[in-house]
């Protein structure tokens, strides 16, 4: 076998992996991406608005909190200031992953950065506990998750009032189950527990007292500020 045959298997091998990884996600994110669709039509968007949205933004809570907002008599920077809380996670979302895919070419990142919701960082978090990040893993997962997250938009937007109540039947509750797995997979890293239970009892004063959806990114810096402030004693108490 020549080289450049092998590595077009590994390449291969390596999207498959990723494909296989990303149909827990699709599974989970389809009540969401068909709820999405049928909000966007409730609130007067057009089947084409409606996947123009999910295919350029390509963010679930962003896309709800905006579809609400759009049509409203809310200020325009406060919009823009109410996705921002949602998505400044992303933020320190890229740049964690931006140190693991230094390797790849500038447009391969920018893609890559495109494609980084939630479960595909998780993922490529866990992933790289295993070895270097691919660019074909990467895409494996990302382009699965994204091809159905539009499709499930068309579809809502398309049939969305004929889906029962999504919380009635509890369809509501399969991508946080998803996510709990997710946390739940990185249980073995240190520091772990303080920094869930610190980011949890903060997201809950957070939305207590400040409201959705600033709860996420403050319970998300609660829980960076003590991983920074502890990490100093770790490594000082570690053993030489």
Do not use: C
Request: proline share 5%.
């Amino acid at each position: 076998m020549s080289a450049d045959s092998y590595a077009d298997d590994s390449t291969a091998s390596e999207f498959w992996s990723g494909a296989r990884a990303s149909l827990p996600v699709v599974v989970a994110a389809m009540p969401f991406g068909l709820l999405f669709g049928a909000l966007a039509i409730d609130n007067g968007f057009t089947v084409f608005e409606a996947i123009f949205m999910s295919a350029t933004i390509y963010a679930g809570a962003s896309q709800m909190v905006g579809v609400d907002l759009f049509g409203t008599r809310v200020a325009p920077w406060l919009i823009v200031l109410s996705i921002f809380a949602v998505n400044f996670r992303h933020v320190l979302y890229s740049a964690t992953i931006g140190r693991h895919i230094s390797h790849w070419g500038p447009m391969q990142q920018a893609i890559g950065f495109f494609f980084l919701v939630d479960p595909q960082f998780a993922e490529a978090e866990r992933r790289r506990e295993y070895g270097t990040l691919s660019f074909a893993w990467y895409m494996g997962m990302g382009l699965p998750i994204y091809l159905f997250w539009v499709v499930e938009a068309w579809l809502g937007a398309l049939f969305g009032r004929l889906i029962p109540d999504p919380h009635a039947i509890g369809l509501d509750f399969l991508l946080p189950i998803y996510f709990t797995g997710l946390v739940m997979g990185f249980r073995k890293r240190s520091l772990w527990l303080p920094v869930v239970v610190v980011s949890a009892i903060a997201s809950i004063v957070a939305y207590r007292f400040v409201g959705s959806p600033w709860h996420v990114s403050l319970g998300a810096l609660a829980g960076i500020l003590l991983g920074a402030l502890m990490v100093p004693t770790v490594k000082k108490d570690a053993p030489r």
